[in-house]
């Protein structure tokens, strides 16, 4: 199983940004797909999770109504679009896949918000 995230950068605040996780070994219809983010001299924080049921989708309190994930099942790939992106959104963003056989993680795409 691989999860490879790209789209991270640089951003003024306001502004938006799209980051993509591309999956191998494993089907993103399947099952739950997530994205975290860490901050610098902080936890993992869970983002937002698409549930393999119904496409339902969950999102944490600090990005309700700015974040939307969604996935591409043609193209195996999960996104996270953000909008109006604030300084405090600048993190390391990790892609997460919960299978039967346990948790995968992809490498991380930096996420800078900044003026």
């Known amino acids: 199983v691989q999860l490879v995230e790209s789209g991270g950068g640089w951003v003024l605040p306001g502004g938006s940004l799209r980051v993509s996780c591309a999956a191998s070994?494993?089907?993103?219809?399947?099952?739950?797909m997530s994205w975290h983010r860490q901050a610098p001299g902080k936890g993992r924080e869970l983002v937002a999770t698409?549930?393999?049921?119904?496409?339902?989708?969950n999102y944490g309190d600090s990005v309700k109504g700015r974040f939307t994930i969604s996935r591409d099942n043609a193209k195996n790939t999960v996104y996270l679009q953000m909008n109006s992106l604030k300084t405090e959104d600048t993190a390391v963003y990790y892609c997460?896949?919960?299978?039967?056989?346990?948790?995968?993680w992809g490498q991380g795409t930096q996420v800078n918000v900044s003026s």
């Open positions: 997460n896949a919960k299978t039967y056989g346990g948790d995968y």
């Open positions: 070994g494993i089907s993103v219809s399947r099952y739950a």
């Open positions: 698409i549930f393999s049921i119904d496409d339902i989708t």
